[in-house]
């Protein structure tokens, strides 16, 4: 069964940085692409950043300059570091495995907070 297990949500200053972790469970084979979206209040679920088993990346152009994603295949971990953090990034920060067209899963979650 896959799991995913996301940490280093937290209250920040705006300016400041911090960096997400998504840890899958459960998986023999690669994943073909990672990624993390959010979900402020009232608002639809969005991307922010995916990457591909083979180093591709796709950022939204909200972040683009200050957040990074990354992952180790051999752990099957991807991160996302936020730098420069704006109040406009709070939100709460999924992560989501996609395997194909119609097969992925989402994490539970974590709280991105950023005070101005």
């Known amino acids: 069964q896959v799991q995913l297990v996301e940490s280093g949500g937290g209250l920040v200053q705006a300016g400041g940085s911090l960096r997400l972790s998504c840890a899958a469970s459960g998986i023999t084979l690669s994943i073909p692409v990672m990624g993390w979206y959010r979900q402020a209040p009232g608002n639809q679920r969005e991307l922010v950043a995916t990457i591909t088993s083979g180093g591709i990346t796709n950022y939204a152009d909200s972040v683009k300059g200050r957040f990074t994603i990354s992952r180790d295949n051999a752990k099957n971990t991807v991160y996302l570091q936020m730098n420069s953090l704006k109040p406009e990034d709070t939100a709460v920060y999924y992560c989501?495995?996609?395997?194909?067209?119609?097969?992925?899963?989402w994490g539970q979650g974590t709280q991105v907070t950023v005070s101005s």
């Open positions: 989501k495995v996609t395997f194909g067209p119609a097969s992925s899963r």
